[in-house]
């Protein structure tokens, strides 16, 4: 596949794309206006941070574990239009047509062979798409993230650490993303410079070092004030919140690889007809391989644990795996070996891609995002998702195939969210 393509190389196709994702998010709002015009989930609680700064607090309230960047901002329009569902549900709209706004420009700038297939695998993400219309921190987060993005392709390394700043205040746990973009700038730097010079002016660790200082002098600053705060707090949540505290949960990466299953199964599915000669019949015939892998399955299968409290109801789709998983020793079985057979399967296409490097560090950087969050939740999995897909290069009907796959499993969560969605549940 070649990476060079042009970009957008008929635009009147990249326009059409991003007429449809804007389009079908006002759609998703205007649906769920007219069916659900009442908190659902976490909405409740948000509607409380934003209304607590409408009313001139401004001290952190202890009822919410994360900074509270986001409520600031809502709270701004909300003192124009009133502190209503449907005004903090309408900022978060405009947030989300800014975010593929600025994707589309990212496109733009980064080659991507299938620009229009790429906006719409963002805008139709569908972890994200449930929460394009709901007042969460969760696409507030995102829009940094992505404006940080749009900032570091056009080459202004130091600007970009504002958009991170800001991301950091409306969720503390994205100081690991400063850390990505920081890591993403040395590669990029590290590439350049091999890919142009001899081997043996290949340049050593100390002048890579100094050449990459200008690029992430901002990100380390950041961290450093995260470190500060979170030594300052005692503690890396901004509240006193009882079960929203950082924690390990092995429940968080089992779901995140069922996501991962789920969310590329078009692509799977391909690579397991084209793979399944020289990756899994040649497996099976080393005993030592087979014996690893059977000591893994089994591993996953009997080290299992649904450990957090919130969930343990089915009121949320996300729990319905996780419930399963414990008490069904059937269905775990079945779901670990689906995660075993597609692993190999992530290891190979992540290898093969002429961005593996970058892909590698996104997955090691997700890992290390997943880790401390105690709640396993696929809202956790969209910044992920949005960076795997940026730097990932597929093939025209591969492109294809995962944007209608994506707007189906969307078009089916945004229906859940307008028809089952209530106080206590109801989304992913």
């Known amino acids: 596949m070649d990476d060079r393509t042009t970009p957008l190389r008929r635009p009147q196709v990249g326009r059409a794309a991003l007429w449809l994702a804007i389009g079908s998010i006002v759609l998703y709002f205007l649906a769920l ?9 976490d909405e409740k609680h948000h509607l409380r941070g934003l209304r607590w700064f409408c009313d001139g607090n401004w001290r952190l309230p202890g009822f919410l574990p994360m900074l509270p960047g986001y409520h600031v901002l809502a709270s701004l329009p909300a003192r124009l239009f009133g502190p209503s569902l449907f005004v903090a549900r309408a900022f978060t709209v405009l947030m989300g047509i800014a975010a593929t706004l600025l994707v589309y420009q990212i496109l733009k700038r980064t080659n991507q062979p299938h620009p229009a297939d790429a906006l719409l695998h963002f805008a139709w993400n569908p972890l994200l798409f449930p929460f394009m219309a709901l007042a969460y921190t969760d696409l507030p987060a995102l829009l940094c993230l992505v404006a940080a993005v749009y900032l570091h392709v056009r080459r ?36 350049q410079r091999v890919g142009n010079a001899p081997s043996e002016e290949v ?65 799977w599915l391909t690579h397991v007809r084209t793979e399944w000669r020289t990756l899994y019949q040649a497996a099976v015939t080393r005993p030592l391989f087979c014996a690893l892998a059977a000591a893994a399955i089994l591993a996953l299968v009997f080290n299992f644990r649904n450990l957090h409290p919130w969930n343990q109801g089915l009121s949320h789709l996300r729990n319905w795996p996780l419930v399963g998983m414990s008490s069904s020793l059937t269905l775990r079985v079945l779901l670990v070996l689906c995660i075993a057979a597609v692993a190999p399967l992530v290891v190979r296409f992540t290898w093969s891609q002429p961005r593996r490097r970058v892909l590698a560090v996104v ?14 939740d696929p ?22 195939r995962l944007t209608i796959w994506y707007g189906l499993i969307s078009a089916a969560a945004a229906t859940v969210a307008c028809i089952w969605g209530h106080p206590t549940g109801g989304l992913w």
């Open 379 to 400: 809202r956790y999995y969209i910044i992920p998702v949005f960076f795997l897909n940026l730097f990932a290069r597929y093939g025209a009907f591969q492109a294809r």
């Open 33 to 41: 206006t007219a069916l659900n015009n009442h908190p659902i989930a």
């Open 156 to 191: 202004q390394f130091a600007l970009s650490a504002l958009p991170l700043l800001v991301a950091c205040l409306i969720r503390q746990s994205n100081v690991v993303w400063v850390a990505f973009m920081g890591a993403w700038a040395v590669i990029e730097l590290w590439e």
């Open 203 to 267: 340049p050593g660790l100390g002048r890579l070092v100094r050449g990459a200082a200008p690029r992430i002098w901002p990100h380390i600053a950041l961290g450093v004030l995260a470190v500060g705060f979170f030594i300052g707090r005692g503690g890396v949540t901004a509240g006193r919140v009882s079960f929203n505290q950082p924690a390990v949960n092995p429940a968080q990466f089992y779901l995140f690889a069922l996501f991962v299953v789920v969310l590329w199964a078009p692509l």
């Open 363 to 376: 997955w090691l950087f997700s890992f290390l995002f997943l880790l401390p969050q105690a709640l396993a």
